[in-house]
């Protein structure tokens, strides 16, 4: 399977312990995205790297969010002292490089379901 | 915060009828595009429609962009039970930015 892989895939913690993700993209792809999503809502973007450095932050993230890429393949993000707001799921996606003819689209993975009890 | 806003937030039908539903952003935009999400699952690229482009087709989809309105509709013809799923739509302010995503239309299609 060549595509956008997440671990793990469902995580339940306890308010305060610290979390984290990972995020596999597709090999040939340079931009990875991290985009949070609740019940019934859109994913909300979290932040994005090229290559391994890290383009944007959402400022809606707190300090206790840090995501890194330091090798420009996989990716991490972290979430520490949990709290119950916590509770999403995490979507990664990634994309090619830019430049035509690559249109931008992003794959995303299956996500990573936090409940934080 | 959240650039688009679908519309209507939920929508039901049966197998062969269409399904439109629209999204309203707020700046201006180089592209917008549509993505479908099963339920507990990740999110799949539909189409991309640029912001110089009117309407683009693929398969049974048919996107249409009034960038003066600053809105989109996608229209799926023809529904299948395999439609029911979420529908979003997210727009990139440049070129290679990030993309921002509306809250969803929830597609049901009952056969």
Redesign the interface.
Known sequence: DTG?SQNPRHKITKRGQNVTFRCDPISEHN?L?W?RQTL??????LT?FQNEAQL?KSR?LSDRFSAERPKGSFSTLEIQRTEQGDSAMY?C?SSLP?GYPN?????????SRLTVL | SQQGEEDPQALSIQEGENATMNCSYKTSINNLQWYRQNSGRGLVHLILIRSNEREKHSGRLRVTLDTSKKSSSLLITASRAADTASYFCATRADSWGKLQFGAGTQVVVTP
């Open positions: 956008v931009r995205y985009y019934g809502q859109g994913p909300e973007f994005y944007e809606l979507l996606a830019s249109t931008g689209e992003l794959f995303f993975g299956e996500g």
